[in-house]
């Protein structure tokens, strides 16, 4: 059993993995090279767990909502925008407790 979830590692995937995945396609064709790099985002695996993991998360979200046009692109920005307002709400609440504190 170990041995065959050691196969599924993408770092234990062979050289040529990608061209046996677009066999028959021109490799020199735009829409190819964007399924290629589709492909090879979709086999990758990252710790979530580790700080250089939830960069390369965000990193991606960011490359997507850049690649995404229309709704999805105002989606993407409506939900950065309440991230950035919730983080913005806290840290204006930990500094009224902390000035309540030092001078209350």
């Known amino acids: 059993m170990a041995s065959a979830r050691a196969a599924d590692h993408p770092d234990d995937r062979p050289e040529d993995w990608l061209e046996d ?13 964007a399924f290629a790099a589709h492909l090879d985002r979709m086999q990758r695996q990252r710790s979530n767990y580790t700080v250089e993991g939830s960069l390369e998360g965000v990193a991606e979200f960011a490359d997507s909502a850049n690649r995404a046009g229309g709704l999805r692109r105002l989606t993407a ?3 950065v925008g309440l991230i950035l307002l919730g983080v913005a709400v806290s840290v204006w609440y930990y500094l009224g407790d902390l000035l309540a504190v030092l001078f209350g």
Do not use: A, H, K
């Open 77 to 79: 920005v409506v939900v």
């Open 21 to 33: 995945e677009l066999i028959g396609l021109d490799p020199e064709d735009p829409e190819t090279r």
